[in-house]
């Protein structure tokens, strides 16, 4: 029997807007196939954020602090830890996967609790949702380096993690790229964004 051509339409549409859907690593363990990257190979330097081209990424100056404060707006002398941009930097690029910790595979709040964990020497929890619960509420305007911004795309619970830079902009591991630098600005993270916070 053949389903009419609008059944196929919900079917295919319902499979993509769940694959959208399937975000940061929830109270289950869950595995994932690493996501295929071939067009993203990442060249020493390389800074790559949402408006990368396959073959364009950040042009690099060859100073890491430098590329960093011209990417996030901001003077150089305003990023007084570079231990932490050597560890975005390090990590720039890792594909994502779904409950990932490794370079060949990290999901969003697997990253937040490393990047934590590694610069600032606190301990997170493992889910998006519960780092939520963990940090001391900030509001928007309050923002300071390495504050966590948290968003739920679809639903109403907290399904995705990043770490706040600076200026609007934040680092996390997204689904589509593995680890960028977005723009909290944007309309697909604004939408979504629900609330952020320090670490305590």
Request: hydrophobic residues 35%; glycine residues 10%; aromatic residues 12%.
């Amino acid at each position: 029997m053949r389903l009419p051509i609008q059944n196929i339409t919900f079917i295919l549409l319902a499979i993509i807007l769940m694959g959208m859907l399937t975000s940061c690593l929830s109270r289950r363990r869950a595995t994932s196939s690493v996501l295929k990257r071939e067009n993203y190979h990442r060249k020493k330097g390389d800074i790559l954020t949402d408006v990368s081209g396959t073959s364009g990424f950040y042009v690099s100056s060859g100073n890491l602090l430098t590329d960093y404060a011209g990417l996030l707006g901001v003077e150089t002398s305003e990023l007084k830890n570079e231990k932490l941009y050597r560890f975005i930097n390090d990590w720039i690029g890792t594909p994502y996967a779904y409950g990932g910790t490794t370079k060949n595979g990290i999901d969003c709040s697997g990253f937040a609790a490393m990047l934590i964990s590694e610069i600032y020497g606190k301990n997170l929890p493992r889910s998006s949702e519960d780092q939520a619960n963990a940090v001391k509420r900030k509001y928007e305007r309050q923002l300071k380096e390495g504050a966590l911004v948290f968003f739920s795309f679809g639903g109403s619970s907290i399904n995705h993690v990043g770490v706040y830079l600076h200026n609007g902009r934040f680092v996390h591991a997204s689904t589509s790229k593995g680890v960028i630098i977005s723009n909290l600005k944007d309309g697909w993270y604004y939408k979504s964004f629900k609330r952020a916070g320090a670490v305590k």
